[in-house]
């Protein structure tokens, strides 16, 4: 009998906790090679969209997490000069938690910030060695957006010089 409660409480405990859903979405390291990046992902299947140097590539979330929770959303990847520097998800539709799995992936924020009412956004930011992560939650009671982005510090470097030759 006691076998038996002690079965049953494991697998109450087990059930209990939320499972929450997990994806790496930097399946390449920042900084790789397109041709590192198309043997992972049949390129042929997907249109590019180019503008100056940035080639930009919108892959189904379900072709780079096995995680049946990712679903109905793209994420582009965009490479400069052939070089991976920008990875960006705006998911509408699911109810991913992606602030526990960029917490798995790159542990606790640097800063954030969280409206407290029922309507607002939701900032993290983590500042890593040789890159950014941020996630922005939009939020209202009738919808909430997530973006997530994932840059190099080169890219910001990059986009104002471009900006700056577009302005003269």
């Known amino acids: 009998m006691k076998l038996i409660a002690k079965y049953l409480f494991i697998l109450v405990l087990f059930f209990s906790f939320n499972v929450f859903a997990s994806c790496k979405f930097e399946f390449i390291p920042m900084k790789s ?14 249109m590019a ?7 930009s590539y919108p892959i189904p979330i379900e072709e780079i997490c096995k995680d049946n929770n990712y679903k109905m959303f793209p994420i582009t990847y965009s490479f400069i000069k052939n070089k991976l ?12 938690d992606h602030l526990n ?3 798995k992936t790159y542990g606790e924020p640097t800063d954030f910030y969280e409206d407290q009412s029922d309507s607002g956004i939701k900032y993290y930011h983590w500042e890593l060695f040789s890159k950014h992560v ?3 939650i939009k939020f209202s009671p009738n919808e909430t957006i ?5 840059v190099t510090n080169e890219f910001a470097k990059y986009l ?9």
């Open 33 to 46: 090679s397109f041709s590192n990046f198309e043997k992972k992902i049949n390129i042929s299947m997907h």
């Open 85 to 96: 520097h920008q990875i960006f998800i705006e998911d509408v539709f699911s109810e991913v």
């Open 101 to 103: 799995n960029l917490k």
């Open 134 to 136: 941020f996630l922005v």
């Open 146 to 150: 997530s973006n997530v982005e994932i």
């Open 160 to 168: 104002d010089k471009r900006n700056e030759s577009l302005e003269e």
């Open 49 to 55: 969209s180019s503008e100056d140097d940035i080639k």
